[in-house]
C-alpha cells in the first residue's frame, strides 16, 4: 500500500511539474511572438519615415530648390522677398556641428546660436 501511495505521489508532483513547464513555455513562446510583432510594426515605421526623407531631400537637390507638400514636390511661390528669401534659405541651411547648438536665421541669414 505504501508503494502505490508513493508512486501515486510522485506521479502527481511530475505531472504538476510538467504543467508547469508547459505553461512557462506557452507564456516564453506568446512574449516572443508579441516582440516579433512589435519589431515588424517599428521597420514598417521606418520605413515609411524613410520613403518620407528621400522625398524631402529630393525636393530640397532641385534647382531651385523646393518644398515637400506631402505629396509632391512645389515651387516657393511667396511674393513676399524677405518671406521668400527665409523659405530658400530654409531649404539650404547648413547645420551646426556642436551639440549645444541650434540653426537661427536672423537678418537674411542662417547661423548657429549657442543653447545652454
Known amino acids: 500500500m505504501k508503494i502505490l501511495k508513493l508512486f501515486t505521489l510522485s506521479y502527481l508532483l511530475v505531472f ?3 504543467a508547469q513547464e508547459n505553461i512557462a513555455s506557452n507564456a516564453y513562446d506568446n512574449n516572443l511572438r508579441d516582440i516579433k510583432e512589435q519589431i515588424n510594426d ?11 526623407i528621400n ?9 531651385p530648390p523646393q518644398h515637400y507638400d506631402g505629396t509632391s514636390c512645389v515651387t516657393i511661390t511667396e511674393r513676399d522677398p524677405n518671406i521668400e528669401s527665409h523659405g530658400k534659405k530654409a531649404l ?7 551639440s549645444d547648438k541650434a540653426q537661427q536665421y536672423r537678418s537674411g541669414n542662417w547661423g548657429c546660436k549657442t543653447y545652454n
Not at 55 to 63: H, P, Q, R, S
Request: glycine share 6%; charged share 25%; hydrophobic share 25%.
Open 92 to 98: 539650404s541651411g547648413s547645420s551646426c556641428t556642436d
Open 42 to 52: 517599428l521597420q514598417s515605421v521606418v520605413d515609411d519615415l524613410e520613403t518620407y
Open 16 to 18: 504538476s511539474v510538467q
Open 55 to 63: 522625398e524631402v531631400i529630393t525636393c530640397g537637390d532641385k534647382t
